[in-house]
Structure formats: structure tokens, C-alpha cells
């Protein structure tokens, strides 16, 4: 599996921006699609997740009520929409796979497949 995440790029604070991560090859065992980032000099920490259904989702308390994980399944395709963005959101974001378990988790160990990251920078 190929996860290809886009999207990212240069905003001021309070901007919004949408992130997108595209799933290819075997995707025939697809649980859960996760949000991760990682900020200068800091672990890479759990933004959002939601199931392959879309039926559940889950957001870091830093970032509930203003980002919002949805996806298509169809297009095996998930998105992150980042909207009253603080310069605190200032990160690689990473896109993760679980093929394993039904239920969506925050541990970034539970996920199988990893996108390359694509940089978010929120200016003052």
C-alpha cells in the first residue's frame, strides 16, 4: 500500500487549508485512516483518525472543533480540512494506514502504512 498525502503549504493565522491522502495499491484491508504531525524538534504526535467507513472519527483535543477528518472511500482517498489555524499547527502532517484493527486509534504504533508528509507553515 502507497499512501500519498497533499496539500500542505503556507497560510496566515486563521487560514484554513485542506489536506488530502490518496491510498493505492493492495487496499483491500483498510480499517482506519490517521492524521499525524510532527513539529520542529518534537514527537510526532496524533491529530485525527477516522474509521474506513467513516462512521467514527476521533480529534486531539488540540485541534477538535476546528479540523475535520472525513473521507471517501470510493476514492480511497481521506482529508483533512484545517480551518482557524494557530501558528501552533506549524508541522509535518502524516497520513497513516491501519489494516488491522477496526476500532480508531491515536497510538501512532497501531498504523501499518505511512505517507511521506507534507509541511504546513501558519504564519503570525
Known amino acids: 500500500v502507497q499512501l500519498q498525502a497533499s496539500g500542505g503549504g503556507l497560510v496566515q493565522a486563521g487560514g484554513s487549508l485542506r489536506l488530502s491522502c490518496a491510498a493505492s495499491?493492495?487496499?483491500?484491508?483498510?480499517?482506519?485512516m490517521g492524521w499525524f504531525r510532527q513539529a520542529p524538534g518534537k514527537e510526532r504526535e496524533f491529530a485525527a483518525g477516522i474509521s474506513w467507513s467513516g462512521g467514527s472519527s476521533t480529534y486531539a483535543s488540540s485541534v477538535k472543533g476546528r479540523f475535520t477528518i472525513s473521507i471517501n472511500s470510493a476514492k480511497n482517498t481521506a482529508y483533512l480540512q484545517m480551518n482557524s489555524l494557530k501558528v501552533e499547527d506549524t508541522a509535518v502532517y502524516y497520513c497513516?494506514?491501519?489494516?488491522?484493527?477496526?476500532?480508531?486509534?491515536?497510538?501512532?504504533?497501531?498504523?501499518?502504512?505511512w505517507g511521506q508528509g507534507t509541511l504546513v507553515t501558519v504564519s503570525s
Open positions: 495499491g493492495r487496499t483491500l484491508r483498510m480499517y482506519a
Open positions: 497513516a494506514l491501519d489494516t488491522s484493527r477496526a476500532v480508531v486509534s491515536s497510538n501512532r504504533a497501531t498504523y501499518d502504512y
